[in-house]
């Protein structure tokens, strides 16, 4: 149906950048709500963004607002996370997520396609 595959994580310095891509195989890429997720060890799987289907809306956790950008090329059917200023407490895998013309962003469970995550690390 649709598959996502992340790259981009690493290991960064507090205060540095990464940005994360998502690519998707699918042909209605417009059609899909994309959403990123995190999970760090012992914790629960947390919502970090979302751009809706019509690109004209994005959501943020409020740990990451103001610090991380997600936007969508619809032409390399390619989502991205830009993410900014760093902190120890963003260390997780990162999970890129679809939803067909979903409406429900915060929630994991609302989400139908999942990449296999990207490894972020920041040091102190």
């Known amino acids: 149906q649709v598959q996502l595959v992340e790259s981009g994580g690493g290991l960064v310095q507090a205060g540095g950048s990464l940005r994360l891509s998502c690519a998707a195989s699918?042909?209605?890429?417009?059609?899909?709500?994309m959403g990123w997720f995190r999970q760090a060890p012992g914790k629960e799987r947390e919502f970090v963004a979302a751009?809706?289907?019509?690109?004209?809306?994005?959501y943020y956790t409020d740990s990451v607002k103001g610090r991380f950008t997600i936007s969508r090329d619809n032409a390399k059917n390619t989502v991205y996370l830009q993410m900014n200023s760093l902190k120890p407490e963003d260390t997780a895998v990162y999970y890129c997520?679809?939803?067909?013309?979903?409406?429900?962003?915060?929630?994991?469970?609302?989400?139908?396609?999942w990449g296999q995550g990207t490894q972020v690390t920041v040091s102190s």
């Open positions: 997520a679809a939803v067909y013309r979903g409406s429900s962003n915060y929630d994991s469970r609302t989400y139908d396609y």
């Open positions: 751009i809706t289907w019509s690109g004209g809306s994005t």
């Open positions: 699918v042909r209605t890429f417009r059609s899909y709500t």
